[in-house]
């Protein structure tokens, strides 16, 4: 098959998986509905420089992703399928960048098992269906590293000095500085193992630094230039002392232990993460440029890994630029297992089906609890859970059989690779790319019904109503979008907000006033139910229904400006 063959079905592949069905399911609060929100206001307040969350400074991210997606919704209009479609778009362009990458650094065949894991492994398939910044940043700043990689062999050092700058310099615009820290970590991992700079020259490393800094740089730059040099400044250093903030304390409830993202990818990855564990001293791959690209890939996995396991603030997408130092070498072993099957590890040939089978159970599982919730409820200790749970979702014993066929398939791929390993890794990587999908168009609607769907339907029933909608007792950025939130014209509503220190953290609406001041037009509210009591017991505020575990409440009429 010719190699430009190959291309186009991958990219036809990726269409089919990644862009139908975007906008079935509502934006998750915070991190979906965050990024969508600041694309939202940037088309309203025509300020597409500075990011904003209800109209005031958000300075947590820089604004590439956001650009993004205003240009996505300007396409297909303010929605789910416009604030997921740009990491849609990108699921696709990463898929052909895989090929060409292990193309480039093995061969065509490994290549091929790159894309084929990348796209049956779980988290990986899964965010290019989200819109969170996560695949958009780690692609650019692994754009980076491949051409810092290519630098060292090629004669034309200073255009892939240049092109690793650049990328790097999009991954900081994306998302932040992480992206300087994990390149200036992983090279000097890179020194250490290598012994030495050999192939990379300084003059080189600090073209790449110096271009990497140029985008973030005409960001603030024109920032400053059209909003003052006291404004830029101040922003300057919230954004910074954000960054910072992120790395040394948990950061919004967002806690775990030492190994989060040891777990997270070895469940969320497999099956690729399983085939780490076929890794031997014995090194697998010839001299040169594919075993110098191995390194490069185990050092990147390593950093990230280790950098965000140290980091207190964990979340999922925190270890995300595992994906593809993690897939490459999944795919590498799948690749020489394909040649010598006789290497295949007996304890991994066991562990595989085992971790497979568990991940099934879990899919076998959500349709039994959901029918027989009302038999756990007493023994959920959180009332919110409980209201959740009460949601109505239909179930059906039948749909348990999802969990049955998936650990069936995975079961009889395991079975076949013992006698052709081939087409057993073919076969499981079908069952994944099924399964996967399964899980995202049936699965998923179900779960986000019990989470949030009470509290999005609240928020759309004041769409285009001159009100304000407002959480208690917790934060949503749902509010925001679901109700399509104008700039407020009261100067009582800005409040900025301090922390347990006295230093400023992100502006946010002003609750006392909502609560108690004297407004210029009606004002509803939301809490959880084990809050609820505590605003019963507000005069100023009527309970006018609940949902799920939500709870709502309006001020009364008589407190509003006439």
Same mark, same amino acid.
């Given at each position: ?208 630094? /110096?271009?990497?800094? #140029? %985008?973030?740089? !005409?960001? &603030?730059?024109?920032? =400053? ?6 404004? *830029? ?114 304890? /991994?040939?066991?562990? #595989? %089906?085992?971790? !497979?089978? &568990?991940?099934?159970? =879990? ?6 609890? *959901? ?156 809490c959880k139910v084990m809050d609820a009591d505590q605003y019963r017991k507000m005069p100023r505020l009527q309970e006018t229904g609940a949902a799920n575990g939500f709870v709502f409440f309006k ?8």
């Amino acid at each position: 098959m010719p190699t430009y063959f190959r291309y186009v079905i991958i990219a036809l592949v990726g269409c089919l998986l990644f862009f139908p069905f975007l906008g079935q399911v509502h934006l998750f609060d915070w991190d979906e509905i965050n990024f969508a929100e600041c694309a939202r206001e940037m088309i309203v307040s025509k300020d597409y420089l500075m990011a904003q969350i209800d109209f005031m400074p958000f300075w947590e991210k820089p604004p590439f992703f956001i650009w993004m997606q205003v240009l996505s919704m300007k396409l297909f209009g303010v929605g789910e399928y416009a604030a997921r479609f740009p990491n849609a778009f990108m699921g696709v362009v990463t898929l052909l960048t895989l090929f060409y990458i292990g193309k480039k650094a093995v061969n065509e065949r490994m290549a091929t098992w790159w894309v084929a894991i990348y796209v049956a492994s779980w988290l990986p398939h899964f965010y290019f269906k989200t819109g969170i910044i996560d695949p958009t940043f780690n692609f650019f700043i692994f754009l980076s590293f491949f051409q810092a990689w290519l630098m060292r062999f090629s004669k034309r050092k200073w255009l892939h000095a240049l092109l690793a700058g650049l990328f790097l310099g999009l991954a900081v615009l994306t998302k932040g500085p992480v992206a300087i820290l994990i390149a200036v970590l992983a090279f000097v991992a890179y020194v250490v193992v290598n012994r030495g700079v050999n192939g990379y020259k300084i003059i080189h490393i600090v073209v790449i630094g /110096v271009v990497a800094t #140029l %985008p973030m740089a !005409g960001w &603030l730059g024109m920032t =400053v230039a059209v909003h003052g040099m006291a404004y *830029g400044k101040w922003f300057i250093h919230e954004f910074i002392t954000y960054q910072v903030r992120l790395f040394s304390t948990e950061d919004a409830d967002h806690g775990g232990p030492f190994f989060y993202h040891f777990i997270v990818l070895l469940a969320g990855c497999f099956p690729a993460s399983v085939f780490l564990f076929q890794f031997t001293k014995k090194r697998i791959t010839t001299s040169g440029q594919p075993h110098d690209f191995t390194r490069w890939m185990w050092i990147l996995f390593l950093v990230v890994l280790i950098l965000f396991s140290i980091v207190k603030t964990k979340i999922v997408h925190y270890s995300s630029l595992c994906y593809f130092p993690l897939t490459y070498l999944a795919a590498l072993q799948v690749s020489i297992l394909c040649n010598e099957p006789a290497r295949f590890k007996k304890w /991994v040939k066991v562990f #595989l %089906p085992s971790l !497979g089978a &568990l991940l099934a159970i =879990v899919i076998t599982a959500f349709p039994l609890v *959901g029918i027989y919730k009302e038999m756990l409820m007493p023994y959920i200790a959180d009332p919110f859970a409980v209201g959740n749970l009460s949601a109505n979702v239909p179930w059906d014993y039948a749909e348990c059989l999802w969990g049955v066929l998936y650990v069936a398939g995975i079961i009889v791929a395991a079975v076949l690779m013992n006698r052709n390993f081939r087409k057993g890794m073919t076969l499981l990587c079908a069952v994944q790319v099924v399964i996967i999908q399964v899980t995202l168009l049936h699965f998923t609607p179900k779960i986000e019904a019990y989470s949030q769907r009470a509290a999005i339907e609240y928020y759309k029933s004041f769409e285009g109503k001159d009100v304000y909608v407002h959480p208690l007792g917790f934060k949503s950025y749902a509010n925001l979008f679901y109700t399509r939130k104008l700039p407020a014209t009261d100067t009582n509503y800005r409040s900025i907000r301090f922390d347990k220190t006295g230093k400023a953290v992100q502006p946010e609406a002003n609750e006392h006033w909502l609560l108690y001041g004297k407004l210029d037009k009606p004002a509803y509210f939301i809490c959880k139910v084990m809050d609820a009591d505590q605003y019963r017991k507000m005069p100023r505020l009527q309970e006018t229904g609940a949902a799920n575990g939500f709870v709502f409440f309006k001020r009364k009429d008589e407190e509003i400006k006439q």
